[in-house]
C-alpha cells in the first residue's frame, strides 16, 4: 500500500514539473509586431514638388520692347547739307562753291518759284579744269526747292534744254522731292547712278 503511494506520488510531481516546463512562449509574429514600425520616406513626386520652381527669364518680345528705338537723322535742310550727305556716303566730292543772292550769275536763288539753296561741287574721279567758278560740268550741282512742285518746274527746264540743245548742255538730271542734283555729263551712265543712289538713300 505504502508503495502505491510512493509511486503515486512521484508520478504526480514528474507531471507538475512537465507542465511547468511547457509553458507556451510568445510567437514570432506577436514578436515581429511589437518592433518599431520604419520610418516611411517621402516619395520623389512629394520631393520634387518641395524643391523651389526655377525663376522664369523674360521672353525675347519682352526684351525686345524694352530696347530704345533708334534716333532717325534728320534730313538735310538745304544744298550744303545735301552734298556733305553725299560725301559722306563714299562720293567723291572735293571743292565746293555754295551760291547766294549776290554771286548766283543766274539771278534766281530766293525768286519766286527757283531755288532756295544751290551748291556746285567738283568730283575728283573726273578731270577738268575749273576756269572761273565751279559748274556742272566739273561735278555737279545741288538745289534745294520750297516745295516738289517748283523742283519739278526746275527739272523739266533743265532736261529739256539738255535734250534739245545737247553738246555743253549734256548732263544727268536726278529729282528727289525737292531736291534737284545735275550731274556732269563727263561720268559714264554707271558713275552717274551712284549720285542718283546716294539721293534715294538720304531721303528714304
Known amino acids: 500500500m505504502k508503495k502505491v503511494l510512493a509511486t503515486a506520488l512521484t508520478i504526480g510531481l514528474a507531471l507538475s514539473l512537465s507542465a511547468c516546463s511547457t509553458e507556451e512562449k510568445p510567437s514570432n509574429s506577436v514578436t515581429q509586431q511589437s518592433q518599431t514600425a520604419p520610418t516611411e520616406k517621402p516619395s520623389n513626386s512629394t520631393a520634387q514638388q518641395s524643391q523651389t520652381a526655377?525663376?522664369?527669364?523674360?521672353?525675347?518680345?519682352?526684351?525686345?520692347?524694352?530696347?530704345?528705338?533708334?534716333?532717325?537723322?534728320?534730313?538735310?535742310?538745304?544744298?550744303?547739307?545735301?552734298?556733305?550727305?553725299?560725301?559722306?556716303?563714299?562720293?567723291?566730292?572735293?571743292?565746293?562753291?555754295?551760291?547766294?543772292?549776290?554771286?548766283?550769275?543766274?539771278?534766281?536763288?530766293?525768286?519766286?518759284?527757283?531755288?532756295?539753296?544751290?551748291?556746285?561741287?567738283?568730283?575728283?574721279?573726273?578731270?577738268?579744269d575749273v576756269i572761273n567758278s565751279?559748274?556742272?560740268?566739273?561735278?555737279?550741282?545741288?538745289?534745294?526747292?520750297?516745295?516738289?512742285?517748283?523742283?519739278?518746274?526746275r527739272y523739266d527746264y533743265i532736261s529739256g534744254i539738255a535734250k534739245k540743245m545737247g553738246g555743253p548742255f549734256s548732263e544727268y538730271d536726278?529729282?528727289?522731292?525737292?531736291v534737284l542734283?545735275?550731274?556732269?555729263?563727263?561720268?559714264?551712265?554707271?558713275?552717274?547712278?551712284?549720285y542718283e543712289k546716294a539721293l534715294k538713300d538720304i531721303f528714304k
Open 54 to 128: 526655377p525663376t522664369e527669364k523674360p521672353s525675347n518680345s519682352t526684351a525686345q520692347q524694352s530696347q530704345p528705338a533708334p534716333i532717325e537723322k534728320p534730313k538735310p535742310a538745304n544744298a550744303s547739307e545735301v552734298v556733305k550727305s553725299m560725301k559722306e556716303s563714299g562720293l567723291h566730292i572735293g571743292k565746293t562753291e555754295t551760291y547766294t543772292a549776290s554771286n548766283d550769275p543766274n539771278n534766281l536763288l530766293g525768286r519766286p518759284g527757283q531755288y532756295t539753296s544751290k551748291v556746285n561741287f567738283v568730283d575728283t574721279s573726273i578731270k577738268t
Open 174 to 178: 536726278y529729282l528727289e522731292g525737292k
Open 181 to 194: 542734283i545735275r550731274v556732269s555729263k563727263e561720268f559714264t551712265p554707271d558713275q552717274a547712278k551712284r
Open 134 to 153: 565751279i559748274e556742272v560740268t566739273n561735278g555737279g550741282s545741288v538745289e534745294m526747292f520750297d516745295n516738289e512742285e517748283d523742283a519739278k518746274n
